[in-house]
């Protein structure tokens, strides 16, 4: 597979055409980037953990039938996937209450959900990323009609079903994630960008210890000592 021109970038990763109008390739890369890019830096080998890791759990998901836009990873830091059209909402799925649920609504941090909260944030770097409820997204034309919405949603809790399960047998707590949805050339909606410690916390079920990006945000320092620990729970060494 031929990688062609650059398409975009963004924080995390570079997007390029490949000879097949149908495929494209995501570049990880190693940067690291919090609070809307105001906190920046990078660790070497951080973009290929989040590539494997990335990897690992879509192969996971496709396994339980959720689509998602993997096709293969090519090397380290290169995985090829289908071409989508983006939805631009940010869907965050929430089981224990941290960072912004914390500060925004005054739950005590560690506090376990009743029921798994799903979110939906714009997904507008410019704006800041800011909350969206089901008649902001229609009202934006970010989605067609409130079915797909439903559907964002449901994707979001079966995803959490799985993982939520696969990580504590693996001795780590998934606190929350975000996930990003597109379309196909057929219209379904299916899951794209990555599934990392980027965009997931994960804590040590035992210690506590924050397994994520939340120890740069937080300047503890190990970035990637800590993701190549979630990597090895994964593949289970």
Not at 143 to 172: C, S, T, W, Y
Request: net charge negative; proline share 2%.
């Amino acid at each position: 597979m031929e990688k062609r021109e650059l398409l975009y970038e963004g924080k995390a990763k570079k997007l390029f055409l490949t000879d097949d109008p149908d495929l494209v390739i995501s570049e990880f890369k190693d940067s690291l980037t919090a609070f809307n890019g105001e906190k920046k830096s990078s660790e070497i080998g951080k973009g290929a953990l989040n590539n494997k890791i990335s990897t690992e759990l879509f192969k996971l998901l496709e396994s339980h039938g959720i689509q998602t836009h993997f096709v293969q990873m090519l090397d380290d830091n290169n995985m090829l996937h289908t071409k989508v059209d983006v939805i631009l909402i940010e869907v965050i799925v929430r089981n224990i209450a941290t960072g912004s649920l914390t500060r925004n609504l005054g739950i005590e941090d560690g506090t376990v959900l009743p029921f798994t909260l799903v979110e939906f944030d714009y997904k507008n770097d410019d704006l800041g990323d800011p909350k969206l409820n089901d008649q902001h997204a229609l009202i934006l034309g970010l989605v067609e009609h409130q079915d797909e919405l439903d559907k964002l949603r449901r994707m979001a809790r079966q995803i959490n079903d799985i993982l939520h399960p696969f990580f504590f047998e693996k001795g780590l707590n998934l606190v929350d994630f975000k996930l990003e949805f597109g379309k196909d050339s057929n219209g379904n909606i299916i899951l794209i960008d990555e599934i990392s410690p980027d965009n997931c916390r994960f804590w040590d079920v035992k210690s506590g210890e924050k397994m994520d990006k939340d120890r740069f945000r937080q300047g503890l320092g190990g970035v990637t000592v800590a993701y190549e620990q979630v990597l090895n729970r994964i593949l289970g060494k």
